[in-house]
C-alpha cells in the first residue's frame, strides 16, 4: 500500500489560501482610498449631510409642539455656521443669521398618533431627533426648512417647511409632516402646524 506523502497534498491549498489572502488584501486597499487632504466638517450633532456647517455654533434652544400636545419637540438645538452667525446688541443672534441649520433635540409622544390613509404609526415615548440634511434659515429668523430629521428609535423621518422663531427664539412655528415611519411612506396629510 502506497502511504501519502502530506507535503504534495496541502501544497495546492497553501496556494489556494495565500491568493485568497493577496485578493482580499486588494479588495481592502481599493475599498479604502485616502481622503485625498481634504477637511472634513465637524459633526458635533450627529448630522449625516451637514458639509455646510463647518463650526458649528448653538444659536438658540427651542421647543414647539402640535396643537393637542401628543407630539413634542423639547430642548432642540438650533446649530448654524458660525463663520455666518452677526453677533448684535441684543444677543438675539439668531435674528441676524441667514443660512445652513441643523436641529437636534427630543420628541415626545404623549400618546399614539397614527396616519389614517397609510397606516404610517408613531407610538408614545421619547425619541432623540437629529438632522439628516442640513436646512436653512433667512434672517429675521423665518424661513426655516428642514427637508430631512430623523430619530434614533422607530425609523421616524420628518421635514419642516415654512418656520419661524418666536418668543425671543425659544418657540418653532411651522409645518411639520411625518414622511417615514420604520421605511414606510406616509401620506402628505401626515403634517401639522407646530407651535
Given amino acids: 500500500m502506497e502511504t501519502l506523502n502530506k507535503k504534495t497534498l496541502s501544497f495546492p491549498l ?7 489572502g493577496a485578493l482580499t488584501m486588494m479588495l481592502m486597499l481599493a475599498a479604502c482610498p485616502g481622503n485625498g487632504n481634504k477637511v472634513a466638517a465637524v459633526n458635533v450633532f450627529g448630522c449625516q449631510d451637514c458639509a455646510s456647517i463647518i463650526s458649528p455654533v448653538i444659536l438658540s434652544v427651542v421647543s414647539s409642539a402640535s396643537p393637542d400636545q401628543t407630539i413634542q419637540f423639547v430642548n432642540m438645538n438650533l446649530y448654524a455656521e458660525g463663520s455666518l452667525v452677526v453677533p448684535n446688541a441684543s444677543g ?14 427630543q420628541m415626545v409622544v404623549t400618546r399614539e398618533s397614527v396616519d389614517p390613509m397609510s397606516g404610517c404609526v408613531i407610538f408614545p415615548g421619547t425619541y432623540d431627533l437629529t438632522t439628516y440634511s442640513a436646512g436653512s434659515m ?9 427637508p ?36 414606510y411612506a406616509c401620506s402628505p396629510g401626515f403634517t401639522n402646524t407646530f407651535n
Fill in 14 to 20: 497553501k496556494n489556494i489560501a495565500r491568493a485568497i
Fill in 92 to 105: 438675539n443672534n439668531y435674528n441676524n443669521y441667514r443660512g445652513p441649520i441643523a436641529l437636534q433635540g
Fill in 138 to 146: 433667512e434672517f429675521a429668523s423665518s424661513g426655516i426648512r428642514m
Fill in 148 to 183: 430631512l430629521m430623523i430619530t434614533n428609535t422607530g425609523g421616524i423621518e420628518i421635514r419642516i417647511d415654512n418656520g419661524y422663531l418666536h418668543q425671543n427664539g425659544s418657540r418653532l412655528y411651522g409645518q411639520v409632516s411625518v414622511t417615514r415611519v420604520n421605511g
